[in-house]
Every structure is written in C-alpha cells, then in structure tokens.
C-alpha cells in the first residue's frame, strides 16, 4: 500500500494516532508512578502484620510472665517454706503451660518441679535477680543443662521479695520454645513468606526452619551486618536466598529482652500482586490505544472514503468523464456535496454535449462517445462507422422561412433518425447543415442498407410548424479501422459526403481508395498549378466577337489556356475553380490581365475601334491590388482602358450585389466597359442587374443553342434584347455554332455573336 502522505487520510489518521498515543503514554506514565507506590502499601501491609504478631507473641509473653510474677508474689513462695513450695509449685505444673517451675534461694541452691535439687548459681537468672537486683529476667532461648531434650527453653524469673522488698528468692517459669516456633509456623503468608525471632544481641530466638537452631546469628542468615541493622532507621530490608531476594519488615515484640519479629517474603511473591495490578493496568492501556487505534481507522475511514470518492469523482471529471455520477450516499456534508457535484457535472455536460441552437447532441458530445463505443465492439465481429449526413440546398430553408424553423428542421430530421439507430449508436450537430453518425454494422452491406433506409426517411416530407419540409440529404460513410483514428474516420467520411454531394444521383457513398486517389490527384493538380504560374505554362487564346450586320469581328475574348502535357484535357474552367480556392487566381488574372492588354494594344494599332474581353473572377475582384494592377498594367502598355472590357459572371455579379456596385463603378470610372457573362443561368432579373454599371450582356450559351428550335429561349431572348435596348446595353450571344442560330438571332435583332460558327479561340 502506498502511504501518501499529503492525503487528508493519513493526515487525520496520523494526527488522531499520534495524539492518542501521547495520551495513552501519559496515562501510562501517570499509572506507572502511581504503581510504583504500590510495593510501599504492600510493605506497609506487611509490617502492620509484622507489628500485630509482635504484638500476639508479646502479650503470650507477658500472659506467662504475669504467671510467674502472681507466682513469686504469693504467700506461700514469700514464706519461703520449702515444702508448702514444692506443693504450690507442683500444682501449678498442672497448668501445662510451664514444663517446669524452679525455685531459688540466694545461695544458688535451687528445687526444680520434676523434684530435682540443682545448682543455678552461674546461670543468668540468677545474676540478674540476686546479683543485679532486677524484678524480672526473660531468658533468651537455651538447651537445658539439666534435662536432654530437643527444644531450647526459655525461663522467666521473678524476685521473691520480703515486706522490705529485699529479694530472699527466685521463681523461675521454664517454657519451651516450641509455643514461639508454633506461633511462628502459624504465621504464613504468600507462599515461602515466613516469620522469625532474634533476640538483642541478633542471634535466632526462634525459626520455622529446624535446621536454624538458636545458636545462629542474623548475619549468617542475612549476610548483613546486624549491628547496621539494628542501628538503621529503614522500615524494610532486604537478602538474598538461594536465588531468590527476601525482603523483609520487621516489629519487635513488647515484654521481651529486644527480640524481634521479621516477616521474610520472597520479593516477587510479595509484589506479585502488584505486578499483576501493574500488568493488567498496562494491558488494558495498550489494548484501550489498539481499540481506539481500530475504531479510529473505521470511523476516518467511513468518513475519508466517502471524501475519496468524491475526489475521485473530481479527477473523472477532469479527464472529461462527464457521465462519472459521485456517490450520494454519505448520509452527511460529503454526501450533500456529491449531489452538488453532480447538478453541476450534469449541467456542464448539458453546455458540453448538448448543441445549445438545436437541443441536439453536439460534436464533442460524439468525440467523447465513440471511442467507448469502438471499445466495447472491440471483440465482437462488429465495425464502427462514421456518417456524415448533409442537407443539400439547407440555405434555401433557412433563407425561404428563417433562422429558427432552420433549427428546428434538424431537430426534426435528427428525431426521424433516431428510432432507427441502435441503442448505443449517436446522431450529433456537426457543422451548420450536418449531422454526424456512430453507427455500428457485421458488413460494409448491413450498414449501406441502414443509411439508405436513413436517407430515405429524411426524403420524406415533414412538418415544421405548419411547413411542408423537403430535404435532400447526402451522406459519407467510413469504417473505423482497427489501426486508424476518429478523426480520420471522419475526415474520410467528410470526403465521401463531398462526393455524395456532387452526384445528382447517388445519395450514400463509402469512403474508399478511389476517393482517395481523387484527392491525391486533385491535390498534385493544385501543386501543377501552382508552378504553372513560375514555369509560365500559362497562355492565352482570343475567340472574336463578331457584328453580323457590319459583316467585321469588333472584338475578342481572351481566354486561358494551360500548356501541360499532363493535363492537356481538364476544362480550363476546373482549372480556375482551383485557382480561386488555392488563392492561386490572383496571380492567374494579373497575367491574362497584362497578357490581353498587351494584344488589344497591337490589335489597336491596326483597328482603334476593337475591344477585348477579360474574364475576371469574384475573388480578383474583392481584392484591393487588383486595381492597382489593373493600372500598373495598362500604364505599362501606355494604354486608354476603354477597349477593354471586364467579363464577370452573372451568378458571380449577383453575389453581395451591393458590394459589387461599388467596385465595378471604380472599374467603371478607371475607364474600364463591363458585361455580364453567362446571362440567363443566374435566374436574375435584368432589371435587378442592371442596377450595375454594366455596358454588355452576355446571353449563355444554353439559350442560343435552342434559340431556332425552342419558342422559350427565343422569347427570353427578344425580351432581353428590348430591355436591353431600353438600357441602353449591348447584348452578345455567346457560343453560336452554326449559320441557322446566327440567322435566328439577327432575325429578333441580335447582331452581335461569338461563338464555333465565327470561330474557336485562336492564338492571336
Ligand atoms: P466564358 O467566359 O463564357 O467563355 C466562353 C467559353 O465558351 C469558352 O470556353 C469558349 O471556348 C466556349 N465557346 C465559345 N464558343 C463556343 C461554341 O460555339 N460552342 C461551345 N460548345 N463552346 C464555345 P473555355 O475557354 O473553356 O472557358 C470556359 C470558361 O472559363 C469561361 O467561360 C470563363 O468563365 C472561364 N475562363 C476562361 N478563361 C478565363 C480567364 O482568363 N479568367 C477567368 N476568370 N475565367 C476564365
Ligand atoms: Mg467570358
Ligand atoms: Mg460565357
């Protein structure tokens, strides 16, 4: 998994983690110094334990103290009489209490209860009661010199003393040590925690151990010094044992010589307890952090994954996946800023893919889907293809009824089409009057049959708001190929619309090579062109202008011609067509300009009176230098313009009418006489026309080759020529070819012809 760390996500995880860990490190910290007190409270636990047992063995002490002491206080031992003694005594041995009792007089003699005379003169009892003048002496414990036995005894000692309180006796309890070593084994704790006694000096009173007899002193157990025990202010203190480490508290029990009471436990019994407090507080930490850690990464997850969405929705978008829909499901601000997302997503899709004149889908809207569709048919035996349809003549409806009834004729014409598209094939606006096509198909067949049904349909006559529409409609088709783009589909299917467009009778064509063989041709034919001009293959041909009445030519017409052996026989009109939209006609007509001007100048020299036409372009016409070069020309030649007459057509004259005015009255006042050419095939009024500074009608060669045969051209003819007249313009019958049309036109009185009858254009 890649960790970015710029995501909002690892942000958020991250800062939560790191927060809370350094929370839950507090409050470990926090918990482990409160841990740490705990061994304190145990220890304390101990010792009060250790100060109450104390207590216990100091209060069975003194009980057996206050014995002896009532004891030595009685008549009977005060009256020192040795008989009613030995009574009292033995009956108080009853008691089981004491193993014995002795008692003493000052000279050492002594009479023990088990009826035995000895001599106690150099025990310690005796020193201190008789020697030292103490009330009392507890002896520390001793092996009995008297009678073997294996426990140590302890003797407690009371002074006998008279009414002058001098001492005359001694009594002596002997108890042994065995009730101190049962005291002690009664007194467990953990599992190895025991109790033991050492006296004032640090040698053993008592230990549960047998093996640790009296005669062992604290600093053999311990290895501690005992003199620094004894003089220390600790509570505790502390040995080693076998592997172990005993620690220790410790009381020292009341009614004794400084005897005291040590619990020993082992360390880690005695804090175990704790350890499992600590341990269990620890766990429960780090399980807490783990558990918040999870649900944490769940709950930022449960938020930061629908904010992930949501991003992803963004860069779907971006990459222009404007059909990418964001999850609304967050039930909260993500989720509401989804659906904004996409209200906003669709109505970009709406200014995106939607045409907005016509309500259609637009170009990019079918850019966008058809690689999706050429992926999806990808592996199956179907082929995408591009069709480009085209509504010939659409100006003519835009123009007869308007902009809007335009709009809503391709509306119409694209709703007839659909229902017979399939459900993932796209009709869109292209440009102006086409439309374009995703359609997908097995064979070149299957598709033809469609679009021929298409265009079938879109013949069919329509209504747009109460208006009959009729459209003609031609079509290009192209094959997505496999190794091939959409935009070349649809450059081919463009080229084989074009096609369709030119051919009155075919309305479907296929892109194929011979379309494209055309275009190469048609493309090395402009290159021709191109260096016609520098290779100066150009030249010019004169077809006179004849007066039939004058029996005399009265002018020519220069015409172009193309000296190239490979294109010897394109019509010099394609030619000029070419010219005009390669920008190459400019320079064409500079040099039949120059060219002609040059001929009518000798022609002049011979006949003042002769003109000569020269066929100018639309385009020539609306640039600014053609003027100039106009000028420069007949400056050159020395020339008077007004033999030289500028032929334009009628359909070219008709074109922005107004316009036109204003430079053929420029021409006009240069000097230059202008005609019509090819009047009759624009369908323009004369009048209309005559609007124009024109000079010279030129009526098309269409109506003069049916002008004896056909009553209409004859009419149209006779009209023009009175119109004419009326005028004041000239009129020239162009391409008569024989005697019979020259005479019908001078019969109506048309005296001026140019045509094959009088001859072809010549070389001059
Ligand atoms: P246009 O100006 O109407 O020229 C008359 C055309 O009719 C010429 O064809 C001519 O050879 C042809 N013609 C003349 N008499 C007859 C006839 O009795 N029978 C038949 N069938 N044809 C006849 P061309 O030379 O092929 O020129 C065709 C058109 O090309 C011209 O029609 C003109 O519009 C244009 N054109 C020719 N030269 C130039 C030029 O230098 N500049 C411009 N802009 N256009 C030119
Ligand atoms: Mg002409
Ligand atoms: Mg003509």
Redesign the pocket.
Known sequence: MKIKLRSIKTQITLTLVIVMSVVFILLGFVASERLKALPLIVLDQYQEIALSRAGELGNEIQGLDNQIQMISLSNVMVSMELEEIQTYLLSMTRQQLFRNFTFSTPDGLAWATYDQFIDISNQRQFIEIFINQKGSYLSRPFFSPFIPEPYPIITMSHAIKNDSNQTIGLVNGVVSTRFIDNILKSITFQEDGFAWIIDDLGNVVAHPDDNISIDTSFNQITGLDFALFSNSNEKTFSFKQDDKTMINVYASIPSTNGWTLILSIDQQQAFSKVSVVSDTINISLIMALIILIIILLISTNTIITPLLKLQNAFEQAKKGNLSYKADESAPNEIGEASKSFNQMLSQIRELTYIDPITGLNNFFSFLNEIPRLNYSMMDEDYFVYVVILSIDDFKRINSLYGYDVGNSTLRSLSLMIQPYLKENEMIARYFGDEMICSMIARSELEIRQRVEEIVAISRQPFQVSTIEIHLDVSCGVAKLEKNSTINMAIRQATLAKHKAKLDPFTHVIFYSQTIYLDILAKQDLEEAIAYAIEREEFYCVY?PIYHMSQKKIIGY????RWNNPDYQNI???NV?KLAETKGYIHDI?RF?LRVAAKQLKRLNEVDPNLYMC????PLQLQNQGFYECALTSLREIRFNPKNLMI?M?ESAAMLDIDAKQDILLKLKNFGFRIAI??FGTGYSSLIYIAKLPIDTIKID?EFISKVESDEYPRALIISILSIAKSLNLTVIA????TQEQALALQSIGCEII????ISK?ILL
């Open positions: 077809q017409e220069a015409l172009l019509p010099i009109i000029i007509g039949v020269v066929n100018v372009s032929e057509t050419d090819d060669r162009e391409g008569v070819e140019q045509g094959y009858y254009p």
